[in-house]
Nanobody, 116 residues
Framework: QVQLVESGGGLVQPGGSLRLSCVAS????????MGWYRQAPGKGRELVAT???????NYADSVKGRFTISRDNAKNTVSLQMNSLKPEDTAVYYC??????????WGQGTQVTVSS
């Protein structure tokens, strides 16, 4: 079992910045992928960005150049720096962890609202 605890969501104006963080605990295998997905009202959950324990990254086209994902393997944390936020970035953001199992683990979600 892996537990994920997220922090850092909130309300921000268009063009602003937020930083999300997620701490993983429990049965952490050495090779894993952590990241972020999001779900807007009335829409399905979609990839935002992921990063492997070897630091390979993957971003959704919609956030490339605006969001940066990073991780600290020693602390089992993943962070998402979100700049130039747009109203369409409004969603619940979920931390994601995939180890050597078939199914990923998910955090409880943190709300990000971009509005003036």
């Amino acid at each position: 079992q892996v537990q994920l605890v997220e922090s850092g969501g909130g309300l921000v104006q268009p063009g602003g910045s937020l930083r999300l963080s997620c701490v993983a605990s429990g049965n952490i295998v050495s090779y894993n992928v952590m990241g972020w997905y999001r779900q807007a009202p009335g829409k399905g959950r979609e990839l935002v960005a992921t990063i492997s324990s070897g630091s390979s990254t993957n971003y959704a086209d919609s956030v490339k150049g605006r969001f940066t994902i990073s991780r600290d393997n020693a602390k089992n944390t993943v962070s998402l720096q979100m700049n130039s936020l747009k109203p369409e970035d409004t969603a619940v953001y979920y931390c994601y962890f995939l180890g050597n199992g078939v199914s990923p683990y998910w955090g409880q979600g943190t709300q990000v609202t971009v509005s003036s």
